[in-house]
Protein backbone atom coordinates (compact mmCIF):
# COMPACT_ATOMS: atom_id res chain seq x y z
CA UNK A 1 0.00 0.00 0.00
CA UNK A 2 1.73 2.99 -1.23
CA UNK A 3 1.90 6.13 2.01
CA UNK A 4 -0.54 8.31 0.31
CA UNK A 5 -3.41 6.13 0.30
CA UNK A 6 -2.31 5.29 4.60
CA UNK A 7 -2.21 8.82 4.49
CA UNK A 8 -6.11 8.82 3.77
CA UNK A 9 -6.79 6.83 5.93
CA UNK A 10 -4.81 8.37 9.19
CA UNK A 11 -6.09 11.86 8.23
CA UNK A 12 -9.55 9.69 8.57
CA UNK A 13 -8.98 8.32 11.38
CA UNK A 14 -7.22 11.64 13.49
CA UNK A 15 -10.25 13.67 12.11
CA UNK A 16 -13.11 10.99 13.62
CA UNK A 17 -10.76 10.85 16.80
CA UNK A 18 -11.07 14.97 16.62
CA UNK A 19 -14.42 14.80 16.17
CA UNK A 20 -15.33 12.29 19.27
CA UNK A 21 -13.58 13.90 21.25
CA UNK A 22 -10.90 12.04 21.77
CA UNK A 23 -8.37 14.30 20.97
CA UNK A 24 -7.83 18.06 20.06
CA UNK A 25 -5.45 19.80 17.34
CA UNK A 26 -3.18 21.05 20.37
CA UNK A 27 -2.58 17.29 22.18
CA UNK A 28 0.69 15.97 21.83
CA UNK A 29 0.49 12.09 19.92
CA UNK A 30 3.63 10.02 19.27
CA UNK A 31 4.57 9.34 15.63
CA UNK A 32 6.15 5.96 14.31
CA UNK A 33 7.73 6.65 10.73
CA UNK A 34 9.15 4.24 8.21
CA UNK A 35 12.72 4.59 6.84
CA UNK A 36 13.34 7.17 4.46
CA UNK A 37 11.97 7.05 0.73
CA UNK A 38 12.63 9.04 -2.36
CA UNK A 39 15.19 11.50 -3.38
CA UNK A 40 14.11 14.34 -1.12
CA UNK A 41 14.84 11.92 2.35
CA UNK A 42 11.45 12.00 3.26
CA UNK A 43 9.90 9.56 6.70
CA UNK A 44 6.77 8.61 6.12
CA UNK A 45 4.85 8.45 9.11
CA UNK A 46 3.40 4.97 9.83
CA UNK A 47 1.26 5.29 12.53
CA UNK A 48 0.61 6.92 15.91
CA UNK A 49 -0.11 6.36 19.40
CA UNK A 50 -2.23 8.70 22.26
CA UNK A 51 -0.67 6.87 25.29
CA UNK A 52 2.81 5.46 26.39
CA UNK A 53 1.82 1.52 25.46
CA UNK A 54 3.20 2.24 21.89
CA UNK A 55 5.59 -0.52 20.52
CA UNK A 56 8.95 -0.80 21.17
CA UNK A 57 9.91 1.32 18.45
CA UNK A 58 11.81 4.93 17.91
CA UNK A 59 8.40 8.03 18.18
CA UNK A 60 8.52 11.25 17.46
CA UNK A 61 6.18 13.76 19.66
CA UNK A 62 4.30 15.87 17.80
CA UNK A 63 1.00 17.85 17.67
CA UNK A 64 -2.10 16.73 16.46
CA UNK A 65 -2.25 19.75 14.27
CA UNK A 66 1.49 19.51 12.88
CA UNK A 67 0.39 15.99 11.87
CA UNK A 68 -2.23 16.72 10.21
CA UNK A 69 -0.55 18.94 8.40
CA UNK A 70 2.20 17.22 7.29
CA UNK A 71 -0.26 14.33 6.10
CA UNK A 72 -2.46 16.73 3.88
CA UNK A 73 0.49 18.26 1.86
CA UNK A 74 2.30 15.26 1.57
CA UNK A 75 -0.93 13.77 0.39
CA UNK A 76 -1.61 16.45 -1.83
CA UNK A 77 2.17 16.18 -3.75
CA UNK A 78 1.25 13.17 -5.01
Do not use: W
Not at 13 to 27: F, L, M, S, Y
Not at 51 to 60: C, L, T, W
Amino acid sequence: MSFILEYENLIQEINEDIEAGIVTVNDCIKVVRKRKTGPDDYCPIKDYYYADNHPNVKVEQMQVGEVLKELTLRNMMR
